[in-house]
C-alpha cells in the first residue's frame, strides 16, 4: 500500500465542518481517551482552576469535562470560526465558564491572549493537523511557557506506531518523537498514557490515537 495515512480538512467550511462534527461523534474508544484526560485533570487541576484546549472543534470533549469537573472555566482556542459557532452552540448551556479565542495555533499570540493562567493545556485529534514536528515542536515550547510550574499538557493525538511499514503524513510521527520533542520544549515529566486502536498492517486515517502527558 503507498497511500499515505492521513487525512486533508477544510475547517473553514462551514458545511465540511458541520458534517465532519456529524461524523466524529465520539465512539467507546474515544471516549476513553476523554476519560483518561478527565482522570488525569482531576489530580492537577484545582476545583476553579481555568484548562485551555488547543483546536476545540466541535467541543465534544469540552462539554465532557465541563460536565465532570463543574466549577472549572475553559477556554477554547480554534482558528476556525465554524468551528467556534459550533463549540459556542453545544456548549451554551455552561454559561461565563466558557470562552472563546479565534487564533492560529502557528502564530505567537495565543498564549499571552488566554483570560486566565491555565492549571493544564489539553487537545484531541489537532495538533498532527498543523503539519509536522516542528510544528508540534512549536505549540509544545508555547504550551511549555504559558504553563505554571507543575500544570500539564495533555495531547491526545494521531501518531505513527511503532513496527509499521505504512507511509504516515507527516503530522503523525511515533510516540517517542513526541517524548523527545517534550523534553526539547521544556517539560520535566514526559510520559505516553495509552494508545488506542493500534493497527500497523492495514491503518486508517482514524485509528492509532495517543495520550501524551507534559509536566513543566
Ligand atoms: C479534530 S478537531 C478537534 C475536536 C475536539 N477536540 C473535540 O473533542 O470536539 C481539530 C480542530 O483543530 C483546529 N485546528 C487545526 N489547525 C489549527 C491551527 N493551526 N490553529 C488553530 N486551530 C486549528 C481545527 O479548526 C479543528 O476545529
Redesign the pocket.
Known sequence: MSEVVGATHA?HDVEYAEDWARR?EPTPERLHLFETIWQQLQETVPADGHVV?L????????AYLLERMPRITYEG????QP?LTQAAARLAGFGERVQFQQ????GDSWGGDLARTPSAIV????LH??GGEAQTLHVYRACAATLPAGGVLLNGDFIKPDGTRLPFEAGRFPIGRHLELLLEAGFTDRRCLHLWEEEIEAATASQNYACLLGRV
Do not use: H, K, N, R
Open positions: 475547517f466524529f484546549e483546536g476545540i472543534g466541535p467541543a465534544y470533549l469540552a482556542v480554534d482558528f476556525s468551528m487564533a492560529d495555533l502557528l487537545s484531541t485529534w489537532a493537523d498543523l
